[in-house]
């Protein structure tokens, strides 16, 4: 059984800066990309950052320039670097994980969320 377990979110006025991080535990072969989502109250899941295993990142447009993922392979871990943060951005972050059990079967893994609250 595949976890993501996030962790880093909470409450910080507008303008500041939090640093969200996701890890993978259990028995996989690898992990092809790992990405974050949120989910603001009322509104449908969005993509945020995507880290693929090629080093290469991609960020949805409303947070460019502010938002960094970052990956370190060897924790099986990601990381997401808010700065500059905006009211908007308040939302359940969630981390999600494209990887390659055992059997060699491709899964999709989500972890169970963490809160970020920014106030003005």
């Known amino acids: 059984q595949v976890q993501l377990v996030e962790s880093g979110g909470g409450l910080v006025q507008a303008g500041g800066s939090l640093r969200l991080s996701c890890a993978a535990s259990?028995?996989?072969?690898?992990?092809?990309?790992m990405a974050w989502y949120r989910q603001a109250p009322g509104k449908q899941r969005e993509f945020i950052a995507t880290?693929?295993?090629?080093?290469?990142?991609n960020y949805a447009d409303s947070v460019k320039g502010r938002f960094t993922i970052s990956r370190d392979n060897a924790k099986s871990t990601v990381y997401l670097q808010m700065n500059s943060l905006k009211p908007e951005d308040t939302a359940v972050y969630y981390c999600?994980?494209?990887?390659?059990?055992?059997?060699?079967?491709?899964?999709?893994?989500w972890g169970q969320g963490t809160l970020v609250n920014v106030s003005s």
């Open positions: 999600n994980a494209l990887m390659v059990d055992p059997t060699y079967k491709n899964r999709e893994v």
């Open positions: 259990g028995s996989f072969l690898t992990i092809n990309l």
């Open positions: 880290f693929s295993s090629g080093g290469s990142t």
